[in-house]
């Protein structure tokens, strides 16, 4: 169970985030939308301490950290139970598909070298890679990056997956194939935050949809109940200018 509490952001002058509050049951994937620039993405940075909120609170299990002031056990603590995926894959340029899916395994969870290498083409195998393992990011297509991403992600076997915005930076005919893919994870059991623009994704794979704007949390429910039954004049105004 996640439990992320009035989490407030600004930048400069700007609040980005004026106290969202979001609850994640275990397993469940919560599918966060809502138009450019309303807050998913420095929502999800904030969660994962790659921002620091002004104010809130996360909740993972039996620990709660407070998200302006937890101090680097706490972070380190957290980000052990989750993995991000991002938009622009954030891959090291400098490192094979398998040093890339080595990486947190060696570093973070102190995993043996050699161990760690079956692991990680274990989960390149998983994600359709296994002719690449010594490919650098730079001779792989962004589909193909992605799946290293989220290969990264999976290999560490997480709580939760935050991500960001997963397909916005692939070429159209790639997304399809990158979803499924995502969809592959959720079936794993895998607690999942995903921010995206797809809504037959959002239909298909959510347990929860989670309508943002303007830094606020207007409605949050069923994909049925949001796509088919909006509440609010936002979310309608939003969908009907999307689907
Ligand atoms: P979304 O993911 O919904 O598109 P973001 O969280 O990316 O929204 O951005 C929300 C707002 O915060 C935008 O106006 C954006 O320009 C601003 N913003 C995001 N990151 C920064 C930053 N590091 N510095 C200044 N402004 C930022």
């Given at each position: 169970m996640?439990?992320?509490?009035?989490?407030k952001k600004?930048?400069?002058?700007?609040?980005?985030?004026k106290?969202?509050?979001?609850?994640?049951?275990?397993?469940?994937?919560?599918?966060?939308?809502?138009?450019?620039g309303?807050?998913?993405?420095?929502?999800?940075?904030?969660?994962?301490?790659?921002?620091?909120?002004?104010?809130?609170?996360?909740?993972?299990?039996?620990?709660?950290?407070?998200?302006?002031?937890?101090?680097?056990?706490?972070?380190?603590?957290?980000?052990?139970?989750?993995?991000?995926?991002?938009?622009?894959?954030n891959?090291?340029?400098?490192?094979?598909?398998?040093?890339?899916?080595m990486?947190?395994?060696?570093?973070?969870?102190?995993?043996?070298?050699?161990?760690?290498?079956?692991?990680?083409?274990?989960?390149?195998?998983?994600?359709?890679?296994?002719?690449?393992?010594?490919?650098?990011?730079?001779?792989?297509?962004g589909?193909?990056?992605?799946?290293?991403?989220?290969?990264?992600a999976?290999?560490?076997?997480?709580?939760?997956?935050?991500?960001?915005?997963?397909?916005?930076?692939?070429?159209?005919?790639?997304v399809?194939?990158?979803?499924?893919?995502?969809?592959?994870?959720?079936?794993?059991?895998?607690?999942?935050?995903?921010?995206?623009?797809?809504?037959?994704?959002?239909?298909?794979?959510?347990d929860?949809?989670?309508?943002?704007?303007e830094?606020?949390?207007?409605?949050?429910?069923?994909?049925?109940?949001?796509?088919?039954?909006?509440?609010?004049?936002?979310t309608?105004?939003?969908?009907?200018?999307?689907i």
């Amino acid at each position: 169970m996640i439990e992320v509490n009035n989490v407030k952001k600004s930048f400069g002058k700007s609040e980005v985030l004026k106290g969202v509050s979001v609850h994640v049951e275990d397993g469940e994937v919560v599918v966060i939308l809502g138009p450019s620039g309303s807050g998913k993405t420095t929502l999800l940075r904030c969660i994962n301490f790659l921002e620091t909120a002004d104010s809130g609170e996360l909740t993972m299990g039996n620990i709660s950290v407070n998200l302006k002031k937890a101090n680097k056990k706490q972070i380190l603590h957290i980000r052990r139970k989750m993995a991000f995926v991002f938009q622009n894959y954030n891959l090291f340029a400098n490192k094979t598909a398998l040093e890339n899916v080595m990486e947190g395994l060696v570093t973070a969870r102190k995993i043996p070298k050699d161990k760690a290498k079956e692991q990680a083409k274990e989960a390149l195998d998983w994600v359709g890679l296994s002719d690449k393992y010594d490919y650098y990011p730079s001779r792989l297509s962004g589909g193909q990056q992605q799946r290293v991403g989220i290969a990264r992600a999976f290999v560490l076997n997480p709580e939760v997956i935050l991500f960001d915005e997963p397909t916005s930076a692939l070429d159209p005919e790639l997304v399809g194939e990158t979803l499924d893919l995502i969809k592959r994870v959720a079936q794993k059991g895998i607690t999942m935050i995903v921010v995206t623009h797809e809504m037959s994704f959002a239909q298909d794979v959510a347990d929860k949809v989670i309508f943002m704007d303007e830094g606020v949390v207007v409605e949050e429910g069923s994909p049925a109940q949001i796509f088919s039954r909006p509440k609010e004049e936002r979310t309608k105004q939003f969908l009907s200018r999307i689907i």
